[in-house]
């Protein structure tokens, strides 16, 4: 939350190159800028964290 965590903003501007938000970040190092909730949940299923 880049409103509540100190440098969370600059990590997503870090991660991104965007000033965009969300930047949504995975344990497999791969991120999203600005994803659906159709593209979170595909990521999530290829993971496997979802079924």
């Known amino acids: 939350d880049i409103e509540t ?4 903003e600059e990590k997503a501007i ?3 190159n965007q000033k965009h938000i969300p ?3 995975f344990a497999d190092n791969t991120f999203m800028v600005e994803p ?3 593209q979170i ?3 999530l299923e290829s993971l496997g964290i979802l079924q």
Do not use: D, H, L, P
């Open 14 to 16: 870090e991660i991104s």
């Open 5 to 8: 965590e100190e440098g969370a």
């Open 41 to 43: 949940k595909a990521k």
């Open 23 to 25: 930047v949504v970040t």
């Open 36 to 38: 659906s909730a159709t």
